[in-house]
């Protein structure tokens, strides 16, 4: 149960954060059209959808409470978990080409992206309950990884991360 002042802290950085990833996210070139169903949407493509899946896998990693030693990425073959890698693996080129560009839209478009495919994989396939305790602990170091990346676009486009919501 969260208190006022919790339930205060999170209305004021997820109404803020939308605001933010609603400006960032259109290209310069093109003109802002606001809304406020559209800027707080839960379900895809905004600030609060991003911040609530990185608050799920915040609280993935703490059901887990454990470093996971026996990681095996091997293990790691389905084609969403794949996907998720090569996702991840794309974060820095991303990064630079948005830089060298001056088109932040490209980090929010980024880390939608990435809460898209985080929210099948975790709706697809068990983390903490994995067929074997190194397949979970592969996908407890991937859920990690997601969220290190999700954390690292939302700070560069001046949006908070919470752990929880």
């Excluded at 999170?10 to 259109?26: C, E, K, M, N, T």
């Amino acid at each position: 149960m969260l208190t006022e002042e919790e339930k205060r802290r999170i209305a004021d950085f997820v109404g803020l954060g939308a605001v933010r990833y609603a400006l960032v996210d259109v290209d310069s070139g093109k003109p802002v059209v606001f809304t406020w169903e559209r800027v707080l949407n839960f379900e895809t493509n905004s600030a609060p959808y991003v911040q609530y899946t990185h608050a799920r896998a915040c609280s993935i990693l703490r059901k887990a409470a454990r470093e996971p030693e026996n990681a095996d990425f091997g293990l790691l073959n389905e084609k969403l978990e794949r996907e998720l890698v090569m996702t991840l693996a794309g974060f820095p080129d991303m990064f630079i080409e948005a830089s060298e560009y001056l088109k932040p839209n490209m980090i929010a478009d980024y880390a939608n992206a990435l809460a898209d495919k985080f929210n099948t994989f975790y709706n697809a396939y068990p983390v903490l309950k994995a067929d074997s305790p190194q397949l979970s602990d592969a996908r407890i170091a991937l859920t990690d990884a997601i969220r290190t990346v999700m954390h690292n676009a939302l700070h560069l486009i001046g949006v908070v991360a919470p752990e929880k919501m």
